[in-house]
């Protein structure tokens, strides 16, 4: 009886322990220990970054396929979205690029396109947006172009 009673216990403490939300506020969708909302508005990587930051949150990091195939279908019609992923924009970093994400989570994950990422005709691309190509995989691209973008937030 004592042994069950102290794995109750262990149960609920684990249980009020738990940070992750319930559910999202209105205009996130959860996913995993996250909400994530969907912007249509065209944005340059930086403004899009500022305004995921004005809702409490920052461009989406990815660390999974599932969580990328969640961000596809979220991404309405699938246009090219930016995502939290960057290099920092150093233009020592021509090759051998450390991407980092703007949440501070680890880069352990990515989704390239073939061929990708390459900065394209020696132009630097240090932003990262997704659904690029047929495959709907990740693409290096200039900061400044304005796209949709993809947020995420804690709660
Ligand atoms: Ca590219």
Redesign the pocket.
């Known amino acids: 009886m004592g042994v069950i009673m102290v794995f109750l216990l262990l149960i609920a403490t684990f249980s009020l322990g738990d940070a992750r939300p319930s559910r999202c506020n209105r205009g996130w969708q959860k996913f995993g220990s996250r909400c994530f909302r969907f912007e249509e508005t065209l944005r340059s990587w930086t403004e899009a970054e500022h305004h995921c930051q004005s809702l409490g949150g920052h461009l989406a990091s990815v660390h999974s396929w599932k969580e990328s195939r969640f961000l596809e279908t979220l991404s309405v019609g699938s246009p090219l979205t930016w995502i939290g992923g960057n290099d920092g924009g150093r233009p020592e970093l021509r090759k051998d690029r450390r991407w980092s994400w703007t949440d501070g989570s680890g880069f352990n994950y990515h989704e390239w396109a073939q061929g990708?990422?390459?900065n394209?005709n020696g132009v630097r691309?240090p932003c990262i947006q997704m659904n690029f190509g047929e495959k709907h995989r990740w693409?290096?691209?200039v900061c400044e172009k304005r796209f949709a973008s993809v947020c995420s937030r804690s709660h």
Do not use: V
Request: hydrophobic share 0%; net charge negative.
């Open positions: 990708e990422p390459n394209y691309e693409n290096d691209e």
